[in-house]
């Protein structure tokens, strides 16, 4: 049986959100569960590996979300999909220059792959953090859930509507090769599209059913503790016809079935789809800006002025380098977006 057959499991035909949570995150042989994909000897970089500059960005995001709450006794920190713990290791040196709210605060760690959760392991002090599979072990409120590529990670679905009849994408084993063939969508799934405004004048629809779970999951806490969900990803912020699935080895793009296992699959985020659905679930929502201006609201240029102020020429070109990575339009800057669902009687948040 060729290697990339056995993504498969036992069945013929698989819906490609479930092809590719195969692909990704099988025990064995998945991309996440298998290999470090992150830095120049990984596939991708992400932005707290560009700089730390984004990290602080995102501790002095935190810190001020904690003071818009009242500045609480504790409270909750929950990152979703740390990564190799570049992020969250900065934000634990930064919290401690603030004592009052590192008293406070209480992080967990919210990890799929369990070869990742032991990278983050080796890179963080362990009783520093805590690594939690479900979002029931966080009784007390409130509660900030962020996410840095979290959600562009997930695994999403494909449909093709004509004439109002919607067919669902699959991937099927044909004479031992990996075919595309479409099939009638299930009837809970299209009614649960045609509940979304934006999608319903759509002939192409990328949906994220597996991620709308995650999310859901995260809503009930907020909704029950009160707090945030904070998501920087890469996206789009009207709702379009496009096929955004890509496959990333190496820094560069791959083939979409080509190296299964061995090569990042993520697709872009529909912002517009996700304020809708935070709004359906009774959260408050600060709609989508570009990474550009969430950080620069920030102050991440007047930070990098200060930093550079101790460094040699050469350090501060590098700083600047990675600084016009992390903003440029034609970079990072408006490809990703940030996102702010809440609920909190407060409606003023740093950055937006």
Excluded at 43 to 50: C, G, R, S
Excluded at 79 to 95: H, Q, R, T
Excluded at 134 to 157: L, M, S
Excluded at 303 to 308: L, Q
Aim: charged share 30%; with cysteine.
């Amino acid at each position: 049986m060729k290697p990339e057959l056995k993504f498969f499991k036992k069945s013929k035909s698989l819906p490609i959100d479930i092809f590719f949570s195969n692909v990704l995150y099988d025990k064995k042989f998945g991309y996440y569960t298998s290999k470090n994909p992150f830095g120049k000897k990984g596939d991708f970089i992400t932005a707290p590996k560009i700089s730390n500059l984004f990290s602080e960005m995102i501790a002095i995001w935190i810190i001020s979300t904690w003071e818009t709450f009242g500045k609480p006794e504790r409270i909750n920190l929950v990152e979703l999909g740390p990564g190799d713990a570049s992020l969250i290791k900065v934000l634990l040196e930064v919290f401690k220059r603030f004592p009052k709210f590192d008293n406070a605060k209480k992080i967990y760690l919210y990890e799929k792959s369990i070869f990742l959760e032991k990278k983050q392991k080796q890179n963080l002090k362990i009783n520093e953090v805590e690594w939690i599979s479900n979002f029931q072990k966080i009784k007390n409120g409130p509660v900030i859930f962020f996410g840095n590529e979290f959600f562009d990670a997930i695994p999403i679905k494909q449909f093709k509507k004509k004439n109002n009849v919607y067919l669902e994408k699959y991937y099927a084993i044909k004479d031992k090769k990996i075919k595309v063939l479409f099939k009638s969508a299930l009837k809970d799934d299209i009614n649960l599209i045609k509940s979304f405004n934006c999608l319903k004048k759509l002939k192409f629809i990328e949906f994220p059913k597996l991620g709308l779970k995650e999310l859901h999951k995260i809503i009930k806490r907020i909704l029950k503790l009160n707090g945030c969900i904070l998501l920087i990803d890469y996206g789009f912020l009207k709702s379009n016809n496009l096929d955004t699935l890509q496959s990333v080895k190496n820094h560069r793009k791959n083939s979409i079935l080509k190296n299964l296992g061995k090569a990042d699959i993520t697709s872009k985020v529909n912002f517009d789809l996700l304020k809708e659905y935070f709004l359906k679930n009774n959260l408050k929502v600060k709609s989508a800006i570009t990474q550009k201006k969430f950080l620069e609201n920030l102050g991440i240029i007047e930070r990098s002025e200060i930093v550079a102020k101790k460094m040699s020429f050469r350090e501060k070109t590098n700083l600047y380098l990675r600084l016009k990575r992390l903003l440029s339009p034609k970079l990072m800057g408006e490809l990703f977006k940030a996102i702010l669902a809440y609920k909190f009687k407060n409606d003023n948040y740093f950055g937006f």
